[in-house]
């Protein structure tokens, strides 16, 4: 539970900085570079491993059809995988993800700190397989795979059209990662985005 605990933390600190009275209006368009952390496992069958964390960043452009309803599209690199019991038999995933996403935006007063909703389907290609695990062949691998994205983003636009966002998702795998196994991946990620608005 200690994500959830860093989580919230990080959701109180971004909010005691956040300015209202800076937020811009009705920027139709836009783009912006992310970072942060992701938690994963492989899970299905047989296989249950525990979490492992590795990293995560991308581009991201946003645009906006209407004042409350959001289009994404990203290109991310995002690593996943799964431990065995006391941290061995590590197993490492990279892939480069492309998600399309669909959302709905919430502005909280004087438009300030807006919360987005959203949902939509990912495509996945392996790009590193690396494991000391025996039950998980790299040469077995499937790519591409899907995946179904889900998550909550706080945000905010400064005077000056730059946005900055927390991006919280949860992502689970519609495809088997290995062709011999019905594991798939499970993952959460946590990522700090830095945007421009483009008019």
């Known amino acids: 539970m200690s994500r959830f605990t860093v989580l919230s933390v990080s959701v109180l600190l971004f909010l005691s900085v956040a300015n209202p009275a800076a937020a811009q209006v009705g920027a139709r368009k836009m783009i912006g570079i992310q970072g942060g952390a992701a938690t994963s496992d492989l899970f299905g069958g047989a296989v249950n491993t525990n979490s492992r964390w590795g990293g995560t960043a991308g581009i991201v452009m946003g645009f906006r059809t209407s004042r409350n309803t959001v289009v994404g599209l990203e290109g991310n690199w995002v690593q996943m995988g799964g431990q065995g019991a006391g941290g061995v038999n590590d197993t490492r995933l990279d892939y480069i993800e492309v998600p399309l996403l669909?959302?709905?935006?919430?502005?909280?007063?004087?438009?300030?700190?807006?919360?987005?909703?959203?949902?939509?389907?990912?495509?996945?290609?392996k790009v590193n397989c690396k494991s000391d695990d025996s039950r998980f062949d790299c040469d077995r691998t499937n790519s591409p795979i899907w995946a179904w994205p889900f998550g909550l983003m706080i945000g905010r636009y400064t005077g000056s059209?730059?946005?900055?966002?927390?991006?919280?998702?949860?992502?689970?795998?519609?495809?088997?990662?290995?062709?011999?196994?019905?594991?798939?991946?499970?993952?959460?990620?946590?990522r700090l985005l830095l945007g421009k608005a483009m008019l």
């Open 102 to 125: 669909f959302g709905g935006v919430y502005p909280t007063y004087n438009n300030g700190v807006r919360f987005r909703l959203y949902t939509g389907i990912a495509v996945q290609f």
């Open 161 to 190: 059209g730059t946005f900055f966002a927390l991006d919280v998702r949860y992502s689970l795998g519609l495809s088997d990662t290995f062709s011999y196994s019905i594991a798939y991946n499970r993952s959460w990620q946590f």
